[in-house]
Structures are given as structure tokens and as C-alpha cells.
């Protein structure tokens, strides 16, 4: 059981990195950001899938120890020293898993605080909540937040109320709730977080592009500027917290013409696919025989153990077979 946790945290770690990769080198400096999201999104769901596949290859592979000479105790002793660090690392992952859990609840519940101290406003049928929040402006799926400051400011709160629109009528939280329980379960991983911030830099910059259609481009990044955030919701879809920067150039950037996107690298995201779900799928079967009587046996220990009759028992690809039968050293 120790080990299925390690190799599925391992394999979807690589699978996540392997796919986030493939990103940076063929599909970021595209502007199709619909495409960008749906792509980052549903590898992080994949790369958590992808271990659990099973591939069923080499049936007929035979898995043989040359040598009769095996020192009984010696494996028996390597076999509890994997087993203790094994559980060392498993305790490490679990610590960190109950801190970052922790986390994304203590920020969901934050919300839910703020939403019962806010009060409660309807504009063209959309629920605005106004609260003292230190946020801003945000949303959170159906609703939108803003500080008593703007909800005055008749010149910026169009802007304000369009960009947060846009990530409502997009379903963005969906993006960031998954994101951010991807980036808890394997906090260890660093791409996690780089993958969670290019989910976020797209989202973003899709809201902006679909306020840019309506309102001038200009008075938009003032009000941006304006009434910048100090992310404290990492859930939540936050005006102008993100890439600030990074957004005006893009809003500049954008013109009515869209670029011409190769569809022949969004056509590679299938062999990458496929590459990723074979050599990270989850166990690899081999038969396994026994070379006395040469019919598989399997078993369901971990590890590395011998039974009463000095027959060794060893892991291949997270199957366990009869491998060898030890035979009686002389005493000497």
C-alpha cells in the first residue's frame, strides 16, 4: 500500500511536468487562451488519472534470479530498510497534504465568512455583495465582491463589474477550486504551482480580452492600476492581483485581428498524450514464473519475503510473484 501511494505520486508528479513542458515549448505563445486553459486544466486531471490506467504487456515475460547463491537475511534486511523510509516519506507527504488541505479550506471559509457580513446589492439581475474586504474586488462562481470604495466609484465599477462578469459567465472558479486541490494533493511538486499560475495568467487574460470588446482599452488599464489587489483568496478570481504587467502588455497587444494559431502543435498534444499514458501508466503486468514448475503464483505481501519453504517473493511493476525457490546452504 506504501508503495502504490509513492508510485502514484511519482508518476502523476511526471506526468504533470511532462505535459507542462510540452506547453512552454508548443502552445503558450499562442493567444488562444480558451484553448490554453481547457489544455492546463485538463492535464492536471490527467496527469492525477494517468496512474491509475493499467497497460497489460509482456504476458508471456519470465522474470528469473540467475544465481542460487542468495543470502536470505540480506534481502530481508534491505526489504525493511525500503520499507521504513518508504513509510518516513509517506508520513513527510501526509504532513504536508493535512497543512495544504488546511489551507484551501481556511480560504474557502474566509469567503463564506465574508459573504455573511456583506451586504447584499442586485445590478441587471447579478448578486453584488459589498464587504470591507482587504480584497478589492472579486468573485467566487455566481458572486461578485467589491469594497464599499468602489461600489461608489461610478467611473471605474463598470469596468470592475465586467471583468468579474466574465470570469463568472466562464465558470473561472471551477478553474481555480481544481487547480489549487491538484496544487494540495501534490504540494511537493514545484510544476504544480507553475501550472496553477499559468491557469490563472489565461483566465485572466480571457476576462480582459472580453472587457476590451466593450470599454475602452485605456481607461480600463487606469482602473486596473487603480485599484490593484494583494492576493489574500488564492480560490477566488481577484481584479488586478495577477501578472499585472504581464496583462497590460497583453491587453496592448490585442487587436481585432486574431493570429493564426498552428493547429499542427495543438495536433501534437495527442501522440504527448499517448507517450505519457504508456510509459506512466499504472502497473506494467508481466507474468511471472516459477522456475521449478513453471506456473505463475501471485501474492499479495510487500516487499521482499520468504516463505517457510525458502521461496522468495519480490515486487515487479507493483505485482508480486514466486520467483525463486532458495536452495539450503551446507553448515558449515
Known amino acids: 500500500m506504501t508503495n502504490d501511494i509513492l508510485i502514484f505520486l511519482l508518476r502523476g508528479s511526471m506526468s504533470a511536468s511532462i505535459l507542462y513542458?510540452?506547453?512552454?515549448?508548443?502552445?503558450?505563445?499562442?493567444?488562444n487562451r480558451i484553448f490554453s486553459r481547457f489544455y492546463l486544466v485538463l492535464s492536471l486531471f490527467f496527469a492525477a488519472l494517468v496512474p491509475l490506467i493499467d497497460i497489460e504487456i509482456f504476458k508471456n515475460s519470465i522474470l528469473i534470479l540467475e544465481s542460487n547463491e542468495v543470502d536470505s537475511q540480506h534481502l530481508v534486511t534491505n526489504a525493511k530498510k525500503v520499507t521504513h523510509i518508504s513509510y518516513l516519506f509517506i508520513v513527510a507527504y501526509f504532513l504536508g497534504l493535512v497543512f495544504f488541505i488546511s489551507r484551501f479550506f481556511i480560504s474557502l471559509f474566509s469567503i463564506l465568512r465574508i459573504t455573511g457580513?456583506?451586504?447584499?446589492?442586485?445590478?441587471?439581475?447579478?448578486?453584488?455583495?459589498?464587504?470591507?474586504?482587504?480584497?478589492?474586488?472579486?468573485?467566487?462562481?455566481?458572486t461578485i465582491y467589491v469594497s464599499p470604495k468602489i461600489f461608489t466609484d461610478k467611473v471605474n465599477l463598470p469596468f470592475i463589474l465586467a471583468h468579474e462578469l466574465a470570469h463568472k459567465n466562464h465558470l473561472h472558479s471551477i478553474d481555480m477550486v481544481l487547480v489549487n486541490l491538484?496544487?494540495?494533493?501534490?504540494?511537493?511538486?514545484?510544476?504544480s504551482y507553475l501550472i496553477r499560475r499559468e491557469v490563472v495568467t489565461a483566465i485572466e487574460h480571457q476576462a480582459d480580452q472580453q472587457v476590451c470588446q466593450t470599454f475602452d482599452k485605456k481607461n480600463y488599464i487606469e482602473t486596473l492600476l487603480k485599484y490593484q489587489t494583494i492576493t489574500r483568496l488564492s480560490i477566488a478570481n481577484q481584479f488586478g492581483s495577477h501578472r499585472l504587467i504581464d496583462r497590460i502588455k497583453q491587453i496592448g497587444t490585442t487587436s481585432g485581428k486574431k493570429k493564426k494559431s498552428s493547429w499542427l502543435s495543438f495536433a501534437y498534444c495527442i501522440p504527448v498524450i499517448l507517450i505519457v499514458t504508456f510509459f506512466l501508466g499504472g502497473h506494467v503486468q508481466a507474468a511471472i514464473a516459477e522456475l521449478e514448475t513453471g506456473k505463475a503464483e501471485k501474492c499479495e505481501c510487500e516487499g521482499i519475503h520468504l516463505t517457510p519453504d525458502n521461496k522468495v517473493i519480490v515486487e515487479k511493476q507493483g505485482k508480486y510473484g514466486l520467483v525463486q525457490t532458495l536452495e539450503e546452504r551446507p553448515s558449515k
Not at 506547453?23 to 503558450?28: N, P
Not at 451586504?119 to 480584497?135: C, Y
Not at 491538484?182 to 510544476?191: D, E, G, L, R, T
Request: hydrophobic content about 50%.
Open 117 to 142: 457580513k456583506a451586504e447584499k446589492h442586485f445590478i441587471e439581475g447579478h448578486r453584488i455583495l459589498v464587504t470591507p474586504s482587504a480584497n478589492p474586488a472579486f468573485s467566487f462562481f455566481n
Open 21 to 31: 513542458l510540452f506547453y512552454l515549448l508548443m502552445l503558450r505563445r499562442h493567444s
Open 182 to 191: 491538484y496544487c494540495a494533493i501534490f504540494w511537493f511538486n514545484p510544476i
